[in-house]
T-cell receptor
Framework: AQSVAQPEDQVNVAEGNPLTVKCTYS??????LFWYVQYPNRGLQFLLK??????LVKGSYGFEAEFNKSQTSFHLKKPSALVSDSALYFC????????????FGSGTRLQVQP | DSGVTQTPKHLITATGQRVTLRCSPR?????VYWYQQSLDQGLQFLIH???????AKGNILERFSAQQFPDLHSELNLSSLELGDSALYFC?????????????FGPGTRLTVL
């Protein structure tokens, strides 16, 4: 079985400050890891993914994430937060073999204050 | 815009009724996934179709069923509806080939069961 934990229901950060949204995972085999963002009344938008290779992956809108195999983590980061980054963020995982469907974390609401 | 379309956007119905949700994947994507998003269960995988064939089942109730048609659109049928079925239902499509390809999500159908 695979699982994702997002330990923080909400993260508050001031505009211009760096942000981190935490994610840890459990999967049998090698992980494929994804971050999605959901704005109110919208579907999920893909931000970035880790499949293999460089542990630091860069994605849309200035976001990046660091894969740490020993800590089974895939934290989402951004050097300078914008008010428009305020949204619900989901981390997701699947193994490199077997079922292609994603297992999602419970989501973290990011609130960026002006 | 992800290129995945879902209809209708909103659906209000009564307990015991049956509804059909429709999804059109991105052009060229053969895989369609259905997910349910609710406040208490979070985002859960329901079912996966690939080129017309069922590939995997997740937490899908026996009252729910799905199909993927030759033109690759998919329908999710929900019957004997209960209050607890009220949720956002998303479909997602994925390009075949690399298992690491991300899923692209539609805007969702919000189902309210009264």
């Amino acid at each position: 079985a695979q699982s994702v934990a997002q330990p923080e229901d909400q993260v508050n950060v001031a505009e211009g400050n760096p942000l981190t949204v935490k994610c840890t995972y459990s999967v049998s085999g090698n992980p494929y890891l994804f971050w999605y963002v959901q704005y109110p009344n919208r579907g999920l938008q893909f931000l970035l993914k880790y499949i293999t290779g460089d542990n630091l992956v860069k994605g849309s809108y200035g976001f990046e994430a660091e894969f740490n195999k020993s800590q089974t983590s895939f934290h989402l980061k951004k050097p300078s937060a914008l008010v428009s980054d305020s949204a619900l963020y989901f981390c997701a995982v699947r193994a490199d073999t077997g079922r292609r469907a994603l297992t999602f974390g419970s989501g973290t609401r990011l609130q960026v204050q002006p | 815009d992800s290129g995945v379309t879902q209809t209708p956007k909103h659906l209000i119905t009564a307990t015991g009724q049956r509804v059909t949700l429709r999804c059109s994947p991105r052009s060229g994507d053969l895989s369609v996934y259905w997910y349910q998003q609710s406040l208490d269960q979070g985002l859960q995988f329901l079912i996966h179709y690939y080129n017309g064939e069922e590939r995997a089942k997740g937490n899908i109730l026996e009252r729910f069923s799905a199909q993927q048609f030759p033109d690759l659109h998919s329908e999710l049928n929900l019957s004997s509806l209960e209050l607890g079925d009220s949720a956002l239902y998303f479909c997602a499509s994925r390009l075949i080939g690399s298992g690491g390809n991300e899923q692209f999500f539609g805007p969702g159908t919000r189902l309210t069961v009264l």
